[in-house]
């Protein structure tokens, strides 16, 4: 697609290294600040589409931006500034090797491990007789390993987290307060839009004092899933699926049209028509979830208009 931005290969001043992950280019700059660009690139089960999503990158970085402030008050996050509408600048921490996924519902992948006979999911119980959808009685805290290039995430245990020195324990629980603060926060931000936070993940990292911040996203349509609130039970007591706003709707077009990430399976070809809706439904989610309505940046040039930017912050 045009006007949209898959890759970078900046060269800003001081710079001393470039990570680039399944969406996010990450620079880090000589002071030690990281600048993170968040690209039009979509990932699902893990692997990378061939065309990028209009817009997507700018929806991603501006909800993890307003949902960083938003809760900025309960957990210290990572955030200095966002001199462009793809891009964070912060300060660069030591990440933890650990993905801290959360659930309140029944859903996903938690879903289909219950399906398929498991009481057990990361070392923690869930009740019997619960159906797809339905609310746990308390959230669950499901971690995951954060995969290397190209690897798959795994599903981990708090113990073997602390039994494998992943993790210290004291450092743990912090994970787990900050965790549960977070997803209460994000509950009663979504409930304020109509919406239900049916899980999410959330990453973290230490500072060179020792702190620790949350980093990454939060509570975007990339790294959560949300129902829509108004008619939840009633779907649940007839035994239908879910309002969903995630990018869940692109998984099961994958999955209808012969994809889920694994060897030998070839991605589908997604024709312009169909990158469109998926901009549009992009759009939605921004809306549905800030309350606000979503303003489009100039895309005619991204990678200029995000190197003036960027360079424009650093002279100041």
Known sequence: MKNTIISTDFSFPGQKDVYKGKVREVYTLKD????MIATDRLS??????????????????QIATKMMKATEDIVPNWLEATPDPNVAVGEKCDP?????????????????????????LCGVPMPEGMK??????EPIITPATKADKGDHDEDISREEILERGIVSEEDYKVLEKYTRALFERGTEIAAERGLILVDTKYEFGKTRDGKIVLIDEIHTP?????????????????????????KEFVRQWLISHGFQGKDGQEIPEMSDEYIETVSDRY?????SITGETFIKADVSDIKSRIEQNVMRYLQE
């Open 32 to 35: 030690d600040r990281l600048l």
């Open 132 to 137: 797809e959808n339905d609310k746990f009685p």
């Open 283 to 287: 759009i939605e989610l921004y809306e």
């Open 222 to 246: 990339d790294s959560s899933r949300y129902f829509y609130a108004d008619g939840y039970e009633e779907r649940q007591s007839r035994g239908e699926a879910q309002k969903q706003l995630s």
């Open 96 to 120: 933890f090797k650990v993905e801290m996924v959360i659930r309140g519902y029944l859903s996903g992948h938690a879903a289909r491990e219950y399906k398929a006979g498991k009481r057990m």
């Open 44 to 61: 699902a089960f893990d692997v990378i589409m061939p065309k990028g999503i209009p817009y997507k990158g700018q929806i991603l970085n």
